[in-house]
């Protein structure tokens, strides 16, 4: 091919997620006299300043369809027929995609697994363009994420992974054996003193947590880790928290009540008698000045991720990460981190131990931060991991041209 590669990428979070950070440091490192990416966005954000920077074409198109599978039967098929219901909205962008897929595009770049359903729809109206999918989280098994599985892999040329557990996730969900595995993009930050306002707040130690509340994220639990803390006489170190607090869904106990009064997570912290050991920032665009201001990140989840964009980060910044999993790739006991059970055995007296031996051993504390820091200088290369992408799209092109020659 004479031309460059003409790719356009479908980003449903406009610099609000991990996903779409994720996509804009792999673009970033394309070589762009071999590819021409343009990004449409679901949502306004951050992103698309960092795009035009680039100079990269981007747009906002609010309309764009997503779906996922959700853990709960009845909440998939709530989520489903809320889909179908919006459906007709989106009709003029659909309408539009299939117009520029067709006349200016030869790949589409579906940036996460909840584009699923708008694969399949457009597979059929744009014959000759060739698609990939980018799956991003692990699906909970039910007939809803069997069908949604089943989907992606049969109606994209290829399906991309950010992990191997990613990856077995869908081929035990579709009764498939395809997949690439390539891990995401993290850029060495180079030192600053510009930190988040965070670094002005009382007490030396500090963790990070950078996610929007949600039962699954488990976020919830670094209150109870907290009042371990606060039992072993450590209530000077600080949680900084940035994503949303707001407590949604049917929460248990304490929790479940305080949500019912409309309340957030900062009155859970404050009816457990530890609300002056958090800073609630809400959302935040800059998440690394966060991590700069603080010296670990903790990521308490209830699913078995302990690889996410944030924690990537964090690695890179050299920041000892406490997560919760059972995967070793990034997260290694005691080497660059230090992992817990993600179902009900979590033990927060654990998780405020390992803080508290933290926060008492400086060397410690440096020695996990660099090995974090030299596994992601390994594992997540821009220029390697851009060149892995270019290569799926071009074999995938190469394959629709034939098809079509």
């Given at each position: 091919?004479?031309?460059?590669?003409?790719?356009?990428?479908?980003?449903i979070e406009?610099?609000?997620?991990?996903?779409?950070?994720?996509?804009?440091?792999?673009?970033?490192?394309?070589n762009?006299?071999?590819?021409?990416?343009e990004?449409?966005?679901?949502?306004?954000?951050?992103?698309?300043?960092?795009?035009?920077?680039?100079?990269?074409?981007?747009?906002?198109?609010?309309?764009?369809?997503?779906l996922?599978?959700?853990?709960?039967f009845?909440?998939?098929?709530?989520?489903?027929?809320?889909?179908l219901?919006?459906?007709?909205?989106?009709?003029?962008?659909?309408?539009?995609?299939?117009?520029?897929?067709?006349?200016?595009?030869?790949i589409?770049?579906?940036?996460?697994?909840?584009?699923?359903?708008?694969?399949r729809?457009?597979?059929?109206?744009?014959?000759?363009?060739?698609?990939?999918?980018?799956?991003?989280?692990?699906?909970?098994?039910?007939?809803?994420?069997?069908?949604?599985?089943?989907?992606?892999?049969?109606?994209?040329?290829?399906?991309?992974?950010?992990?191997?557990?990613?990856?077995?996730?869908?081929?035990?969900?579709?009764?498939?054996?395809?997949?690439?595995?390539?891990?995401?993009?993290?850029?060495?930050?180079?030192?600053?003193?510009?930190?988040?306002?965070?670094?002005?707040?009382?007490?030396?130690?500090?963790?990070?947590c950078?996610?929007?509340y949600?039962?699954?994220?488990?976020?919830?639990?670094?209150?109870?880790v907290?009042?371990?803390?606060?039992?072993?006489?450590?209530?000077?170190?600080?949680?900084?928290?940035?994503?949303?607090?707001?407590?949604?869904?049917?929460?248990?106990?304490?929790?479940?009540?305080?949500?019912?009064?409309?309340?957030?997570?900062?009155?859970?912290?404050?009816?457990?008698?530890?609300?002056?050991?958090?800073?609630?920032?809400?959302?935040?665009?800059?998440?690394?000045?966060?991590?700069?201001?603080?010296?670990?990140?903790?990521?308490?989840?209830?699913?078995?991720?302990?690889?996410?964009?944030?924690?990537?980060?964090?690695?890179?910044?050299?920041?000892?990460?406490?997560?919760?999993?059972?995967?070793?790739?990034?997260?290694?006991?005691?080497?660059?981190?230090?992992?817990?059970?993600?179902?009900?055995?979590?033990?927060?007296?654990?998780?405020?131990?390992?803080?508290?031996?933290?926060?008492?051993?400086?060397?410690?504390?440096?020695?996990?931060?660099?090995?974090?820091?030299?596994?992601?200088?390994?594992?997540?290369?821009?220029?390697?991991?851009?060149?892995?992408?270019?290569?799926?799209?071009?074999?995938?092109?190469?394959?629709?041209?034939?098809?079509?020659?």
């Amino acid at each position: 091919m004479l031309r460059p590669l003409r790719v356009l990428c479908l980003d449903i979070e406009g610099g609000y997620g991990g996903s779409s950070r994720s996509l804009f440091y792999v673009v970033k490192h394309l070589n762009r006299d071999l590819v021409l990416p343009e990004v449409w966005c679901k949502r306004e954000g951050p992103i698309q300043a960092m795009y035009d920077a680039l100079g990269i074409r981007v747009r906002i198109e609010p309309e764009l369809p997503k779906l996922s599978s959700l853990p709960r039967f009845s909440r998939s098929a709530y989520a489903n027929l809320r889909y179908l219901l919006a459906l007709p909205g989106s009709s003029n962008l659909r309408a539009r995609l299939v117009h520029e897929v067709n006349d200016r595009f030869d790949i589409v770049h579906f940036n996460h697994e909840s584009l699923y359903l708008l694969a399949r729809w457009l597979r059929k109206q744009t014959p000759r363009a060739g698609f990939v999918m980018h799956n991003r989280t692990m699906l909970w098994d039910s007939w809803f994420a069997r069908r949604q599985a089943r989907i992606l892999v049969n109606f994209n040329d290829a399906n991309i992974f950010i992990s191997e557990r990613e990856r077995d996730n869908i081929r035990q969900l579709a009764g498939w054996n395809g997949g690439v595995v390539i891990n995401n993009v993290v850029e060495i930050p180079a030192a600053s003193s510009f930190l988040h306002e965070s670094a002005s707040i009382d007490g030396g130690f500090k963790i990070a947590c950078l996610s929007n509340y949600s039962w699954m994220r488990g976020i919830d639990r670094l209150v109870d880790v907290a009042v371990a803390l606060r039992d072993l006489g450590r209530n000077e170190i600080r949680f900084v928290v940035g994503g949303k607090a707001e407590l949604s869904g049917r929460l248990p106990g304490r929790l479940g009540e305080i949500a019912a009064r409309n309340g957030t997570l900062a009155d859970y912290a404050a009816a457990l008698g530890v609300g002056e050991m958090f800073v609630f920032l809400g959302h935040v665009s800059d998440p690394e000045r966060v991590l700069a201001a603080c010296q670990v990140l903790a990521k308490p989840s209830r699913e078995d991720n302990p690889w996410g964009r944030d924690i990537l980060e964090a690695l890179a910044m050299a920041r000892p990460v406490l997560a919760c999993g059972s995967c070793e790739e990034f997260v290694s006991p005691g080497e660059t981190g230090f992992l817990y059970p993600c179902g009900e055995e979590f033990n927060p007296t654990r998780m405020a131990a390992d803080i508290v031996r933290l926060a008492d051993d400086p060397i410690l504390l440096r020695r996990i931060g660099r090995q974090g820091q030299e596994r992601v200088r390994d594992r997540c290369d821009g220029i390697s991991r851009a060149d892995d992408l270019l290569k799926v799209w071009k074999r995938v092109f190469d394959r629709r041209v034939l098809e079509y020659r």
